[in-house]
Protein backbone atom coordinates (compact mmCIF):
# COMPACT_ATOMS: atom_id res chain seq x y z
CA UNK A 1 0.00 0.00 0.00
CA UNK A 2 2.70 2.31 1.14
CA UNK A 3 4.54 1.87 -2.15
CA UNK A 4 1.49 2.41 -4.46
CA UNK A 5 0.78 5.74 -2.71
CA UNK A 6 4.04 6.64 -3.29
CA UNK A 7 4.37 5.48 -7.16
CA UNK A 8 0.60 7.78 -6.85
CA UNK A 9 1.97 10.71 -5.33
CA UNK A 10 5.32 10.79 -8.11
CA UNK A 11 2.62 10.45 -10.88
CA UNK A 12 0.40 13.67 -9.48
CA UNK A 13 3.80 15.30 -9.08
CA UNK A 14 4.29 14.24 -13.01
CA UNK A 15 1.18 14.97 -14.03
CA UNK A 16 1.15 18.35 -11.43
CA UNK A 17 4.78 19.48 -13.49
CA UNK A 18 3.26 18.62 -17.05
CA UNK A 19 0.27 20.36 -16.35
CA UNK A 20 2.31 23.61 -15.73
CA UNK A 21 4.58 23.47 -18.32
CA UNK A 22 1.76 23.29 -20.52
CA UNK A 23 -0.27 26.32 -18.49
CA UNK A 24 3.04 27.95 -19.25
CA UNK A 25 3.66 27.53 -22.90
CA UNK A 26 0.03 28.45 -23.30
CA UNK A 27 0.96 31.60 -21.11
CA UNK A 28 4.11 32.51 -23.33
CA UNK A 29 2.37 31.81 -26.52
CA UNK A 30 -0.59 34.21 -25.21
CA UNK A 31 1.70 36.99 -24.41
CA UNK A 32 3.62 36.45 -28.04
CA UNK A 33 0.60 36.80 -29.86
CA UNK A 34 -0.31 39.92 -28.13
CA UNK A 35 3.17 41.23 -28.48
CA UNK A 36 3.69 40.43 -32.21
CA UNK A 37 -0.31 42.12 -32.48
CA UNK A 38 1.09 44.90 -31.04
CA UNK A 39 3.97 45.84 -33.51
CA UNK A 40 2.04 44.61 -36.27
CA UNK A 41 -0.61 47.55 -34.86
CA UNK A 42 2.11 50.23 -34.57
CA UNK A 43 3.78 48.96 -37.50
CA UNK A 44 0.56 49.95 -39.22
CA UNK A 45 -0.56 52.71 -37.65
CA UNK A 46 3.11 54.28 -38.49
CA UNK A 47 2.44 53.81 -41.97
CA UNK A 48 -0.43 55.15 -42.04
CA UNK A 49 0.87 58.53 -40.36
CA UNK A 50 3.48 59.20 -42.73
CA UNK A 51 1.62 58.12 -46.11
CA UNK A 52 -1.51 60.51 -44.67
CA UNK A 53 -2.02 64.01 -46.10
CA UNK A 54 0.27 63.61 -49.27
CA UNK A 55 3.28 61.62 -46.95
CA UNK A 56 5.81 64.89 -47.29
CA UNK A 57 8.01 65.12 -44.12
CA UNK A 58 10.68 67.00 -43.03
CA UNK A 59 13.41 65.06 -41.64
CA UNK A 60 16.21 67.23 -39.23
CA UNK A 61 19.03 64.38 -40.09
CA UNK A 62 22.15 64.12 -37.96
CA UNK A 63 24.85 61.77 -38.90
CA UNK A 64 26.76 62.43 -35.77
CA UNK A 65 27.83 64.89 -33.23
CA UNK A 66 30.54 66.63 -35.07
CA UNK A 67 29.18 67.88 -38.25
CA UNK A 68 26.30 70.09 -38.49
CA UNK A 69 22.56 69.03 -39.63
CA UNK A 70 20.92 68.83 -42.36
CA UNK A 71 17.76 68.98 -44.01
CA UNK A 72 15.50 66.55 -46.42
CA UNK A 73 12.41 66.64 -47.55
CA UNK A 74 10.97 63.08 -47.79
CA UNK A 75 7.62 61.99 -49.34
CA UNK A 76 6.55 58.64 -48.40
CA UNK A 77 3.45 56.44 -50.52
CA UNK A 78 1.86 53.58 -50.01
CA UNK A 79 3.38 51.66 -52.78
CA UNK A 80 6.52 51.64 -50.70
CA UNK A 81 8.62 54.59 -52.29
CA UNK A 82 9.94 57.54 -51.08
CA UNK A 83 11.24 60.55 -52.84
CA UNK A 84 14.19 61.71 -50.78
CA UNK A 85 15.39 65.45 -51.50
CA UNK A 86 17.98 67.80 -50.06
CA UNK A 87 20.67 70.75 -50.84
CA UNK A 88 23.92 70.35 -49.10
CA UNK A 89 27.49 69.73 -50.01
CA UNK A 90 27.82 66.11 -49.57
CA UNK A 91 25.33 66.12 -52.66
CA UNK A 92 27.44 68.07 -54.50
CA UNK A 93 30.04 65.79 -53.30
CA UNK A 94 28.29 62.46 -54.71
CA UNK A 95 27.74 64.72 -58.09
CA UNK A 96 31.40 65.48 -58.15
CA UNK A 97 31.02 69.05 -57.24
CA UNK A 98 32.93 71.50 -54.75
CA UNK A 99 32.24 70.41 -51.20
CA UNK A 100 31.84 73.92 -50.06
CA UNK A 101 28.43 74.19 -52.84
CA UNK A 102 25.03 73.50 -51.66
CA UNK A 103 23.81 70.83 -54.45
CA UNK A 104 20.13 70.17 -54.95
CA UNK A 105 19.10 66.86 -55.75
CA UNK A 106 15.93 64.59 -55.55
CA UNK A 107 15.50 60.81 -55.94
CA UNK A 108 12.96 58.35 -55.05
CA UNK A 109 13.89 54.69 -53.37
CA UNK A 110 12.29 52.22 -51.13
CA UNK A 111 11.36 52.48 -47.47
CA UNK A 112 9.48 50.27 -44.75
CA UNK A 113 8.37 49.97 -41.38
CA UNK A 114 9.62 46.95 -39.66
CA UNK A 115 9.82 45.50 -36.69
CA UNK A 116 12.32 45.20 -33.80
CA UNK A 117 12.06 45.58 -30.34
CA UNK A 118 9.30 48.54 -32.01
CA UNK A 119 8.57 49.54 -35.56
CA UNK A 120 11.68 51.14 -37.19
CA UNK A 121 11.55 53.40 -40.23
CA UNK A 122 13.90 51.66 -42.96
CA UNK A 123 15.03 53.80 -45.79
CA UNK A 124 15.69 50.16 -47.10
CA UNK A 125 17.26 50.85 -50.48
CA UNK A 126 20.31 52.37 -51.37
CA UNK A 127 19.65 56.47 -52.20
CA UNK A 128 23.20 57.83 -53.24
CA UNK A 129 21.93 61.23 -51.73
CA UNK A 130 20.63 59.93 -48.41
CA UNK A 131 23.00 56.95 -48.17
CA UNK A 132 26.12 58.92 -48.78
CA UNK A 133 25.91 59.26 -44.83
CA UNK A 134 26.00 56.16 -44.09
CA UNK A 135 28.53 54.68 -46.47
CA UNK A 136 31.67 53.50 -44.88
CA UNK A 137 34.20 55.86 -47.55
CA UNK A 138 36.77 58.27 -46.11
CA UNK A 139 35.43 61.28 -45.90
CA UNK A 140 36.95 64.47 -48.39
CA UNK A 141 38.83 66.58 -45.85
CA UNK A 142 37.21 70.14 -45.69
CA UNK A 143 39.40 71.45 -43.22
CA UNK A 144 42.99 71.53 -42.46
CA UNK A 145 42.92 68.00 -40.65
CA UNK A 146 43.48 64.88 -42.97
CA UNK A 147 41.38 62.39 -41.04
CA UNK A 148 41.22 58.68 -42.68
CA UNK A 149 37.57 57.38 -42.06
CA UNK A 150 37.57 54.53 -44.35
CA UNK A 151 35.51 51.78 -42.60
CA UNK A 152 32.94 53.90 -41.00
CA UNK A 153 32.60 57.09 -42.67
CA UNK A 154 29.91 59.51 -41.57
CA UNK A 155 28.66 57.43 -38.99
CA UNK A 156 25.33 58.37 -40.18
CA UNK A 157 22.38 56.22 -39.62
CA UNK A 158 19.13 54.81 -42.62
CA UNK A 159 17.05 53.05 -40.28
CA UNK A 160 15.24 54.93 -37.05
CA UNK A 161 13.88 53.70 -34.23
CA UNK A 162 9.76 55.38 -34.66
CA UNK A 163 9.89 56.51 -30.83
CA UNK A 164 6.03 58.82 -30.58
CA UNK A 165 4.43 60.70 -32.87
CA UNK A 166 2.61 64.08 -31.40
CA UNK A 167 1.06 67.21 -33.24
CA UNK A 168 2.38 66.26 -36.82
CA UNK A 169 5.89 65.33 -35.23
CA UNK A 170 7.79 62.14 -35.28
CA UNK A 171 10.05 61.64 -32.79
CA UNK A 172 12.90 59.00 -33.92
CA UNK A 173 16.39 57.82 -32.99
CA UNK A 174 19.01 56.54 -35.12
CA UNK A 175 18.93 52.70 -34.70
CA UNK A 176 22.42 52.28 -35.03
CA UNK A 177 24.42 55.05 -33.24
CA UNK A 178 21.22 56.53 -30.95
CA UNK A 179 20.87 59.93 -32.35
CA UNK A 180 17.23 61.89 -31.53
CA UNK A 181 15.65 63.44 -34.37
CA UNK A 182 12.82 64.99 -35.52
CA UNK A 183 10.34 64.79 -38.54
CA UNK A 184 7.50 67.28 -39.08
CA UNK A 185 4.52 67.42 -41.64
CA UNK A 186 5.08 69.59 -44.20
CA UNK A 187 2.04 70.65 -46.88
CA UNK A 188 1.76 67.91 -49.97
CA UNK A 189 2.00 71.00 -52.10
CA UNK A 190 5.11 72.03 -51.31
CA UNK A 191 7.95 72.15 -54.24
CA UNK A 192 10.78 70.21 -52.95
CA UNK A 193 13.55 72.19 -54.61
CA UNK A 194 12.05 75.30 -53.89
CA UNK A 195 11.72 74.10 -50.22
CA UNK A 196 15.43 73.59 -49.95
CA UNK A 197 16.81 76.83 -51.97
CA UNK A 198 14.42 78.18 -48.86
CA UNK A 199 16.21 76.53 -46.68
CA UNK A 200 19.82 77.43 -47.96
CA UNK A 201 18.86 81.12 -48.30
CA UNK A 202 17.65 80.68 -44.21
CA UNK A 203 20.78 79.97 -43.42
CA UNK A 204 22.45 82.57 -45.57
CA UNK A 205 20.11 85.08 -43.35
CA UNK A 206 20.89 83.96 -39.79
CA UNK A 207 24.67 83.26 -40.24
CA UNK A 208 26.51 85.55 -42.49
CA UNK A 209 30.24 85.03 -42.87
CA UNK A 210 30.96 88.92 -42.88
CA UNK A 211 29.86 89.15 -39.41
CA UNK A 212 32.40 88.01 -37.14
CA UNK A 213 30.47 87.10 -34.08
CA UNK A 214 26.36 87.24 -32.82
CA UNK A 215 24.72 86.77 -29.19
CA UNK A 216 22.67 84.81 -27.17
CA UNK A 217 20.96 86.56 -25.08
CA UNK A 218 19.45 85.42 -22.42
CA UNK A 219 16.44 86.84 -20.06
CA UNK A 220 18.52 87.85 -17.13
CA UNK A 221 20.58 90.04 -19.28
CA UNK A 222 23.69 87.79 -19.96
CA UNK A 223 24.97 87.22 -23.62
CA UNK A 224 26.66 84.10 -24.99
CA UNK A 225 29.31 85.31 -28.00
CA UNK A 226 28.93 82.62 -30.92
CA UNK A 227 31.10 82.52 -33.38
CA UNK A 228 31.53 80.52 -36.66
CA UNK A 229 28.07 80.38 -37.12
CA UNK A 230 28.00 80.27 -40.76
CA UNK A 231 29.85 76.55 -40.45
CA UNK A 232 26.61 75.47 -38.35
CA UNK A 233 29.35 74.27 -35.77
CA UNK A 234 28.90 76.82 -33.18
CA UNK A 235 32.00 78.26 -31.25
CA UNK A 236 30.34 80.14 -27.81
CA UNK A 237 31.36 80.81 -24.71
CA UNK A 238 30.05 83.31 -21.60
CA UNK A 239 31.16 87.10 -22.78
CA UNK A 240 33.50 88.29 -20.17
CA UNK A 241 34.78 84.95 -19.94
CA UNK A 242 37.99 83.65 -21.38
CA UNK A 243 37.42 82.57 -25.13
CA UNK A 244 40.29 79.85 -25.14
CA UNK A 245 39.58 77.97 -21.96
CA UNK A 246 35.76 78.04 -21.67
CA UNK A 247 34.78 78.01 -25.49
CA UNK A 248 32.39 74.95 -26.04
CA UNK A 249 31.14 74.19 -29.67
CA UNK A 250 27.75 72.87 -30.35
CA UNK A 251 26.32 71.59 -33.89
CA UNK A 252 23.05 73.45 -35.33
CA UNK A 253 20.24 72.42 -37.85
CA UNK A 254 18.88 75.18 -39.85
CA UNK A 255 15.38 74.38 -41.07
CA UNK A 256 12.98 76.47 -42.95
CA UNK A 257 11.79 77.86 -39.93
CA UNK A 258 14.62 78.49 -37.78
CA UNK A 259 17.41 77.02 -36.28
CA UNK A 260 17.62 73.49 -33.80
CA UNK A 261 20.76 73.07 -31.41
CA UNK A 262 21.47 68.71 -32.24
CA UNK A 263 20.56 68.30 -27.99
CA UNK A 264 18.92 70.89 -25.37
CA UNK A 265 21.71 73.63 -23.94
CA UNK A 266 21.60 74.64 -20.62
CA UNK A 267 23.88 77.94 -20.50
CA UNK A 268 23.38 79.85 -16.98
CA UNK A 269 20.15 78.13 -15.59
CA UNK A 270 17.95 78.45 -19.59
CA UNK A 271 17.73 75.00 -21.14
CA UNK A 272 17.74 76.08 -24.94
CA UNK A 273 17.06 74.24 -28.07
CA UNK A 274 15.00 75.06 -30.83
CA UNK A 275 14.74 79.17 -32.07
CA UNK A 276 12.37 80.56 -34.33
CA UNK A 277 12.45 83.41 -37.42
CA UNK A 278 11.28 86.71 -36.42
CA UNK A 279 10.23 88.96 -38.88
CA UNK A 280 13.22 91.17 -37.95
CA UNK A 281 15.63 88.51 -39.09
CA UNK A 282 16.34 87.79 -35.17
CA UNK A 283 15.58 84.13 -33.59
CA UNK A 284 13.62 83.49 -30.87
CA UNK A 285 13.75 80.58 -28.64
CA UNK A 286 11.11 78.32 -28.38
CA UNK A 287 11.83 77.12 -25.21
CA UNK A 288 11.29 80.09 -23.17
CA UNK A 289 10.28 82.32 -25.78
CA UNK A 290 12.61 84.76 -24.45
CA UNK A 291 16.33 83.69 -24.99
CA UNK A 292 17.10 85.45 -28.41
CA UNK A 293 19.94 85.00 -30.90
CA UNK A 294 21.14 88.29 -32.53
CA UNK A 295 24.44 90.70 -33.70
CA UNK A 296 24.29 93.20 -31.15
CA UNK A 297 23.03 96.52 -31.01
CA UNK A 298 22.88 98.17 -34.40
CA UNK A 299 24.69 101.56 -33.03
CA UNK A 300 27.38 98.90 -31.79
CA UNK A 301 27.88 96.79 -35.04
CA UNK A 302 27.78 99.78 -37.53
CA UNK A 303 31.08 101.09 -35.79
CA UNK A 304 33.25 98.19 -35.50
CA UNK A 305 36.50 99.12 -36.75
CA UNK A 306 37.45 96.23 -38.76
CA UNK A 307 34.16 96.69 -41.22
CA UNK A 308 34.37 98.49 -44.47
CA UNK A 309 30.66 99.70 -45.90
CA UNK A 310 29.94 100.93 -48.88
CA UNK A 311 27.43 103.36 -49.66
CA UNK A 312 24.70 102.20 -52.31
CA UNK A 313 23.94 105.29 -53.43
CA UNK A 314 20.84 104.73 -56.11
CA UNK A 315 19.30 103.87 -52.49
CA UNK A 316 19.87 107.33 -50.79
CA UNK A 317 16.09 109.20 -50.28
CA UNK A 318 15.72 112.79 -49.98
CA UNK A 319 18.61 115.46 -49.01
CA UNK A 320 21.53 112.49 -49.86
CA UNK A 321 20.08 111.50 -52.88
CA UNK A 322 19.92 115.25 -54.25
CA UNK A 323 23.08 116.03 -52.42
CA UNK A 324 24.52 112.72 -54.63
CA UNK A 325 23.24 113.79 -58.07
CA UNK A 326 24.63 117.54 -57.71
CA UNK A 327 28.11 115.64 -56.86
CA UNK A 328 27.90 114.14 -60.15
CA UNK A 329 27.40 116.71 -62.25
CA UNK A 330 29.88 118.60 -60.45
CA UNK A 331 32.06 115.78 -61.01
CA UNK A 332 31.38 115.67 -64.84
CA UNK A 333 31.95 119.32 -65.17
CA UNK A 334 35.22 118.46 -63.42
CA UNK A 335 37.55 116.91 -66.19
CA UNK A 336 34.69 114.08 -66.88
CA UNK A 337 35.28 112.60 -63.51
CA UNK A 338 32.51 110.11 -62.83
CA UNK A 339 31.70 109.19 -59.00
CA UNK A 340 32.61 105.29 -58.31
CA UNK A 341 31.73 104.77 -55.01
CA UNK A 342 31.41 105.84 -51.67
CA UNK A 343 32.72 103.94 -48.57
CA UNK A 344 32.99 104.34 -45.17
CA UNK A 345 35.97 102.87 -42.44
CA UNK A 346 38.02 103.35 -39.99
CA UNK A 347 41.55 104.34 -40.15
CA UNK A 348 43.54 103.20 -36.38
CA UNK A 349 46.30 105.24 -37.33
CA UNK A 350 44.57 108.56 -36.84
CA UNK A 351 41.30 107.32 -34.77
CA UNK A 352 38.91 108.39 -36.99
CA UNK A 353 36.30 107.04 -39.73
CA UNK A 354 36.55 108.25 -43.09
CA UNK A 355 34.66 108.88 -45.99
CA UNK A 356 36.47 108.07 -49.16
CA UNK A 357 34.86 108.95 -52.58
CA UNK A 358 36.26 107.18 -55.49
CA UNK A 359 36.57 108.98 -58.78
CA UNK A 360 37.21 108.19 -62.05
CA UNK A 361 38.77 110.05 -64.55
CA UNK A 362 39.78 107.53 -67.26
CA UNK A 363 42.36 105.00 -66.27
CA UNK A 364 43.01 107.02 -63.29
CA UNK A 365 40.89 107.01 -59.84
CA UNK A 366 41.06 109.82 -57.25
CA UNK A 367 39.92 108.99 -53.93
CA UNK A 368 39.42 112.29 -51.94
CA UNK A 369 38.78 111.50 -48.23
CA UNK A 370 37.38 113.00 -45.21
CA UNK A 371 37.35 112.46 -41.46
CA UNK A 372 35.05 112.28 -39.23
CA UNK A 373 34.23 111.12 -35.58
CA UNK A 374 31.17 108.47 -34.40
CA UNK A 375 29.60 107.84 -31.12
CA UNK A 376 26.19 105.54 -30.46
CA UNK A 377 23.43 107.74 -29.05
CA UNK A 378 21.33 104.45 -28.03
CA UNK A 379 21.37 100.51 -28.77
CA UNK A 380 19.74 101.70 -32.82
CA UNK A 381 21.22 105.44 -33.31
CA UNK A 382 24.60 106.80 -34.18
CA UNK A 383 25.74 110.30 -34.39
CA UNK A 384 28.85 111.04 -36.60
CA UNK A 385 30.56 114.70 -36.60
CA UNK A 386 33.07 115.86 -39.29
CA UNK A 387 35.99 116.65 -37.90
CA UNK A 388 36.42 119.50 -41.08
CA UNK A 389 39.49 117.68 -42.06
CA UNK A 390 40.78 115.20 -44.40
CA UNK A 391 43.35 114.47 -46.83
CA UNK A 392 45.08 116.54 -49.54
CA UNK A 393 42.61 115.52 -51.87
CA UNK A 394 40.00 116.44 -50.04
CA UNK A 395 40.58 120.44 -49.81
CA UNK A 396 40.66 120.40 -53.64
CA UNK A 397 37.62 118.48 -54.54
CA UNK A 398 35.47 120.51 -51.51
CA UNK A 399 36.04 123.18 -53.68
CA UNK A 400 35.79 121.98 -56.98
CA UNK A 401 33.02 119.84 -56.21
CA UNK A 402 31.19 121.44 -53.22
CA UNK A 403 28.59 118.91 -52.90
CA UNK A 404 31.36 116.46 -51.52
CA UNK A 405 31.62 119.08 -48.38
CA UNK A 406 27.56 119.41 -48.38
CA UNK A 407 27.39 115.92 -47.88
CA UNK A 408 29.49 115.70 -45.01
CA UNK A 409 28.32 118.61 -43.21
CA UNK A 410 24.53 117.10 -43.58
CA UNK A 411 25.71 113.85 -41.99
CA UNK A 412 27.46 116.25 -39.41
CA UNK A 413 24.16 117.31 -38.03
CA UNK A 414 22.04 114.12 -38.43
CA UNK A 415 21.42 111.59 -35.78
CA UNK A 416 20.68 108.72 -37.56
CA UNK A 417 17.88 105.58 -36.75
CA UNK A 418 19.47 102.32 -37.48
CA UNK A 419 17.48 99.55 -39.29
CA UNK A 420 18.79 96.17 -41.19
CA UNK A 421 16.56 93.62 -43.09
CA UNK A 422 18.35 90.97 -40.29
CA UNK A 423 19.11 91.39 -36.41
CA UNK A 424 21.12 88.74 -36.97
CA UNK A 425 22.88 88.99 -40.23
CA UNK A 426 22.88 93.13 -40.39
CA UNK A 427 24.85 92.86 -43.43
CA UNK A 428 22.73 95.89 -45.07
CA UNK A 429 22.36 99.16 -43.05
CA UNK A 430 19.48 101.72 -43.66
CA UNK A 431 20.52 105.18 -41.94
CA UNK A 432 17.41 107.29 -41.50
CA UNK A 433 17.24 110.70 -40.19
CA UNK A 434 15.39 110.26 -37.09
CA UNK A 435 14.05 114.18 -37.64
CA UNK A 436 12.82 113.66 -41.13
CA UNK A 437 12.21 110.23 -42.39
CA UNK A 438 12.91 111.06 -46.23
CA UNK A 439 15.90 111.56 -45.65
CA UNK A 440 18.25 108.27 -45.41
CA UNK A 441 21.46 106.30 -46.81
CA UNK A 442 21.74 102.75 -47.56
CA UNK A 443 25.32 101.18 -46.57
CA UNK A 444 26.18 97.57 -47.29
CA UNK A 445 28.93 95.60 -45.93
Request: hydrophobic share 35%.
Amino acid sequence: MKKFLNISLLSLVALSTLSLSSCKNEIDEIFDEDAVARLDKAKNEYIDILTSNGGKWQMEYYANGDEPGYVYLMTFRKDGSVTISGKNEWIGYVEGESLKVPTYGSLTSLWDVITDNGPVLSLNSYNKYFHVFASPEDIPSMSEEDIDETGYGHEGDYEFDLMKYSNDTLYITGKKYGIDMIMTRVDAGVDDEVYMNEVVAMADSFFNAKIPQVYINLPNGIRWIVKDGATSILKMFREGDDEISTSETHNVIITHDGLSFMNPLTIDGYTIQSFIRQADGSLLCRDDNETTITAGDLSDVILIPSFIWKCDTTQFGGVFKEQVQSLRTELNNYSKRKLSSIQVTFNSNLNVYTVDFACVSGKNTFHPTFYMTAEAVNDNQVKFSYTGEGDAASAIYADRCPSMLSIMETISRTTFTLSAGSLLAPVDMKLTDSSNASNYMLWRL
